[in-house]
């Protein structure tokens, strides 16, 4: 077992030194994109729990048509990210491409297998981004 786990290291060690795997990120590096990220998510915070609020009193209230202009807002960036199937390492890949559009992170690059998405969902993408209201401020 000792054996097998000091060649798994030696070979990982390899990858990394050769530039085939990048080695991850030390945490000093991360402290910038996660101070970035946490203000972002709290400025977002305010507008999804405005959009709950409009969508319950539209609900509450009866309005079918309001309720649904109230999700239409969030509906499209949903399936730009998702589209009809469960999350995904390509789905995953696609939300890191939306928080690259919304100015929430700087890079979207995903590691293999995973594969960025392609022209088409990037242009979903920016289309719903917009219509979010996600683009940066």
Same mark, same amino acid.
């Given at each position: 077992? @000792? +054996?097998? #786990?000091?060649?798994? &290291?030696?070979a990982?060690?390899m #990858?990394?030194a050769?530039? *085939?795997?990048?080695?991850?990120p030390? !945490?000093?590096?991360?402290?910038? !994109?996660? *101070?970035?990220?946490?203000t972002?998510?709290i400025?977002?915070? $305010?507008?999804?729990?405005e959009?709950?609020?409009?969508?319950?009193?539209?609900?509450?209230? =009866? $309005? &079918?048509? @309001?309720?649904?202009?109230v999700?239409?807002?969030?509906?499209p &960036?949903?399936d730009?990210?998702? /589209?009809g199937g469960?999350?995904? =390492?390509?789905?995953?890949? +696609?939300? @890191?491409? /939306?928080m690259? &559009? *919304? =100015?929430?992170i700087?890079? =979207?690059?995903?590691?293999?297998?995973?594969?960025?998405?392609?022209? +088409?969902?990037? $242009?979903?993408?920016?289309?719903?981004v917009?219509q *979010?209201?996600?683009a !940066?401020?």
């Amino acid at each position: 077992m @000792k +054996r097998i #786990l000091t060649r798994s &290291l030696s070979a990982a060690a390899m #990858l990394i030194a050769s530039g *085939a795997v990048a080695a991850p990120p030390s !945490p000093l590096e991360l402290v910038e !994109p996660i *101070a970035k990220y946490k203000t972002w998510v709290i400025g977002e915070v $305010d507008q999804f729990v405005e959009h709950t609020r409009q969508f319950t009193e539209a609900v509450k209230a =009866g $309005d &079918l048509k @309001k309720a649904m202009a109230v999700q239409a807002v969030i509906t499209p &960036l949903k399936d730009a990210v998702y /589209g009809g199937g469960e999350p995904t =390492g390509e789905a995953h890949a +696609r939300m @890191k491409a /939306g928080m690259v &559009l *919304a =100015g929430v992170i700087a890079n =979207g690059t995903v590691r293999p297998p995973t594969q960025p998405p392609n022209a +088409r969902e990037m $242009d979903a993408l920016r289309a719903a981004v917009a219509q *979010a209201g996600l683009a !940066p401020r």
